[in-house]
């Protein structure tokens, strides 16, 4: 299984883009996909999460700014982000997880991807 993220980069305060996620090696329509965040000292948060059937979460600081969304024939999961602030800083890392008829949970990490906002 891999995760290939790009999109990131350096963007100033108020600016945007858009993160994707492409998969190989798994049917992503059996899986929640989603962005997490880690900046420098901090512990990794959840930025957002989709399901397989479209149910969105988004962490709090992110809300009515980010928008995540899933295109299942292309495996690919993306992350628009709009109003972008200094805070939002980090290493994005895209998780594909589901959890089996079993009950056991699998999950895999993409390598990150750095978003720097910054003027």
């Known amino acids: 299984v891999q995760l290939q993220a790009s999109g990131g980069g350096l963007v100033q305060p108020g600016g945007s883009l858009r993160l994707s996620c492409a998969a190989s090696?798994?049917?992503?329509?059996?899986?929640?996909m989603g962005w997490y965040r880690q900046a420098p000292r901090k512990q990794r948060e959840l930025v957002a999460t989709?399901?397989?059937?479209?149910?969105?979460n988004y962490g709090d600081s992110v809300k009515d700014r980010f928008t995540i969304s899933r295109d299942n024939a292309k495996s690919t999961v993306y992350l628009q982000m709009n109003s972008l602030r200094p805070e939002d800083t980090a290493v994005y890392y895209c998780n594909v997880g589901r959890v089996w008829s079993d009950g056991s949970f699998r999950d895999y990490w993409g390598q990150g991807t750095l978003v720097t906002v910054s003027s």
């Open positions: 989709i399901t397989t059937r479209g149910s969105t």
């Open positions: 090696g798994i049917r992503v329509s059996l899986y929640t």
